[in-house]
């Protein structure tokens, strides 16, 4: 009888002991099963191209990405220009005319994979005589830009409302939107074209100014609906966007989300382009993401929205899209 209770004491342990290991192997096999993320370095450059990116930014610091992001904030294009050409980065979002250059500069080794802000430019004035663009013949309109979007922008709206900007107007350019906006807010100038969230910044220092003219608003009256003023993008190095489909698939999914939490959910946004140094004040940022022209547009649409955009800068300066349109290569996932 004692006998027949081991043998049944032992065959009880042994039972447990198997179900014991079983689970733990279950458990190994689980969390080895768990696909690693992938790794992407992106950059990000501050003011309205970034302010799409931190609600992924926010989303990847609670580690609830899809993707595992470093995400490097620069404060001008160039560092892009550096960072995607050494392969520091594999994304990054600068303007859309820079991307084509980046294409034609490394034969073909960036792709543009979605249009990410449409035009940011605005005619500020102190005073009420600008009511529409055909009111800038005979201003003195102070920019930055000089060879580059803003100058060419300008030039294109002036010259298709019957103005000639080397006769008509008196274009004077600056170095920086520092120096632009300290001119406004002394009233040294009193017409300007000016990018937010520099808007938004001279506005609260000199309340007399007003948005005279929204420049996207301008371009599509006088475009016939063959362009849009898409200025900003992501582009990905074409290496690392064809040897990782699926992590570009799910980082694409997730920032377009991110620029739509941006537009619905300003007031958290606002807090997290603080946060995340892509704005220096909440407050700012709050007063400027409704004029930033946070968008989203890929695929055929994005190449057939801004070819016409491609085709007024490639007019006025060839060399502002590296001397050579972009073929149908430089767009990705046409066929989606």
Not at 255 to 271: C, G, L, P, Q, R
Not at 281 to 293: D, E, L, S, T, Y
Request: charged share 20%; aromatic share 6%; net charge neutral.
């Amino acid at each position: 009888m004692r006998i027949k209770k081991s043998i049944m004491l032992i065959s009880a342990l042994v039972l447990f002991l198997f179900m014991l290991s079983a689970c733990g192997g279950k458990n190994i096999n689980s969390s080895s099963s768990t696909p690693e993320k992938t790794k992407v370095n992106a950059a990000v450059i501050k003011g309205p191209s970034g302010i799409g990116m931190v609600n992924l930014m926010e989303l990847n610091a609670s580690g609830t990405a899809s993707n595992d992001y470093k995400f490097t904030v620069v404060s001008s294009p160039d560092e892009i220009v550096s960072k995607i050409s050494s392969k520091e980065v594999d994304l990054a979002t600068p303007p859309t005319n820079l991307a084509a250059t980046l294409y034609k500069k490394t034969s073909g080794k960036v792709q543009m994979l979605a249009a990410s802000t449409k035009g940011v430019l605005y005619i500020l004035e102190n005073g009420n005589t600008i009511q529409s663009a055909a009111d800038l013949k005979g201003k003195t309109i102070y920019t930055t830009g000089q060879g580059a979007n803003p100058e060419y922008i300008l030039k294109y709206i002036l010259t298709k409302n019957g103005i000639d900007p080397e006769k008509d107007v008196n274009i004077v350019f600056k170095f920086d939107n520092d120096e632009l906006a300290t001119l406004l807010a002394t009233g040294a100038a009193s017409v300007a074209l000016v990018p937010e969230p520099i808007v938004t910044s001279v506005k609260a220092k000199k309340a007399e100014l007003r948005v005279a003219l929204d420049m996207t608003a301008e371009w599509d009256k006088v475009s016939g609906g063959e362009s849009q003023l898409l200025m900003g993008c992501v582009i990905g190095r074409r290496e690392f966007v064809e040897s990782n489909p699926e992590a570009v698939k799910k980082f694409l999914e997730e920032y377009k989300a991110s620029i739509n939490k941006a537009t619905t959910e300003v007031d958290s946004t606002a807090a997290l382009c603080e946060k995340h140094g892509i704005i220096p004040k909440a407050a700012v940022a709050k007063a400027a993401i409704p004029r930033c022209g946070l968008t989203y547009i890929d695929g055929n649409a994005m190449m057939e929205q801004i070819r016409g955009f491609f085709d007024v800068l490639f007019a006025a300066n060839p060399g502002s899209v590296g001397g050579a349109l972009p073929n149908d290569e430089f767009y990705y996932n046409l066929q989606k």
